[in-house]
């Protein structure tokens, strides 16, 4: 077994598959992907060597608000290397380093409650400057057409209210979209009362100037999954060169692992008779967090996961769609800013459980996860693996680049 660096991902045309990765939005509880990642990392390296990358595997990865940062974690090149800036690995602890600084707890606040209701009334809870400095420290000057595989990160353009997709498959259509990596990330986390909107600018070849007024991409797709196929779709579509021939709504040649960052519904938190009596400040204040927003994301995520489990479902191809995520969440692990070490903690050990639970599937009557077989998401992952293994040797073996990069020793097979 080698320990070479890899070669990139070649073409599906050069396949069997396509293969996508999506990752939710969810604030603080993105650690919980984050430690999956590292599983799946882990077991992808086993197969083929230490130097493995989740992106030397997929031909998309997707992500929205904190998802979206993970994305460009995990396909941002180092400028020495041309490897990914960061393994999955690290993922978990970045959190841990840096969310109590994202999201700073006021603990000895005498006065809570009216510190939080004046802060929802008179600006975003936090002022984002940690978290905007540290995302243009990582992400220096990498620009959307400079990541290692192709990427599509949702936003929503508060001035022109439609959702902006920043996707790499769009950046030779349309240059304007590429953008920093770093001011895509600050637009699509900026959640609504959370975090500030986020203005930039790009200028196209010819000197076009396109100005974007960005806030959370999870008031339009907090799980950006069927965003991402969506994009592969039109790709197809237009006769790209990359893919094989097959029809838009051929499911099963899609190889797809969605992320949840977990939620609350297992807990009916709010009923009609409560909600019944809210107004401004109960939508953005009621039960210690923000009803409104979790509202619109936990909506706009299980309305992606119920149309393609359907979908899958009703083309036989269950096998190719693993949707994980934790609807058991309860307390302040459901939130989305809650950075205390305690919280952190506690969100590593709910990724670390989800790994041992039961592969689970959502009732489309009731919504909620059900488990779907005897399989745990650990070993569905494992058999993934070997999947996505085998087809990156697949399209080694019949692409000439592919073969070429193996006969000079650069490819684990």
Not at 32 to 49: A, N, R, Y
Not at 64 to 82: F, I
Not at 225 to 253: C, H
Not at 386 to 399: A, I, M, P, Y
């Amino acid at each position: 077994m080698g320990e070479g660096p890899k070669s990139p991902l070649q073409p599906p045309t050069y396949g069997n598959l396509i293969t996508i990765l999506s990752i939710d939005g969810g604030g603080i509880r993105g650690i919980i992907p984050g430690t999956v990642l590292g599983f799946l990392e882990s077991e992808l390296q086993k197969l083929d060597g230490e130097d493995a990358r989740i992106s030397d595997y997929f031909d998309v990865i997707a992500g929205t608000s904190t998802g979206g940062l993970v994305t460009a974690m995990l396909t941002t090149p180092n400028e020495n290397t041309g490897r990914p800036l960061f393994s999955a690995k690290d993922i978990k602890d970045f959190y841990l380093e840096h969310g109590p600084k994202i999201f700073p707890q006021h603990s000895h606040d005498p006065i809570p409650r009216v510190t939080k209701v004046v802060t929802a009334l008179s600006g975003p809870k936090y002022d984002g400057k940690y978290l905007h400095n540290l995302v243009k420290e990582k992400l220096g000057e990498t620009r959307l057409h400079q990541t290692l595989t192709n990427v599509v990160i949702p936003t929503f353009d508060i001035k022109r209210l439609q959702p902006t997709i920043f996707s790499t498959y769009q950046v030779k259509s349309r240059p304007c979209l590429d953008a920093l990596l770093s001011d895509i990330c600050i637009g699509t986390s900026a959640a609504p009362t959370y975090l500030p909107a986020h203005y930039f600018e790009t200028k196209d070849p010819a000197g076009r100037v396109r100005e974007f007024n960005l806030i959370d991409g999870g008031v339009a797709a907090n799980n950006p999954t069927l965003v991402a196929i969506g994009e592969v779709t039109k790709e197809i579509i237009r006769g790209s060169p990359d893919f094989f021939p097959i029809k838009p709504m051929d499911y099963g040649r899609f190889l797809v692992i969605s992320l949840g960052t977990g939620s609350s519904k297992a807990e009916e938190k709010y009923n009609a008779d409560e909600a019944a009596k809210w107004g401004l400040l109960g939508w953005l204040t009621s039960g210690g967090s923000t009803p409104l927003v979790q509202v619109f994301t936990q909506a706009s995520a299980d309305m992606v996961d119920l149309h393609l489990s359907e979908a899958f479902q009703a083309l036989h191809s269950e096998k190719s769609y693993l949707r994980i995520q934790d609807d058991t969440l309860s307390g302040i692990t459901s939130s989305v800013d809650i950075a205390t070490k305690e919280n952190l903690d506690d969100l590593v050990k709910i990724g670390e459980e989800l790994l041992k639970k039961r592969v689970s599937r959502v009732n489309l009557d009731t919504g909620i996860f059900e488990p779907s077989n005897h399989e745990t998401n650990e070993e569905a992952l494992t058999s993934f693996t070997r999947l996505l293994s085998q087809e990156k040797q697949r399209r080694d073996t019949r692409s000439p680049h592919g073969h070429a990069a193996a006969s000079k020793g650069l490819v684990v097979v």
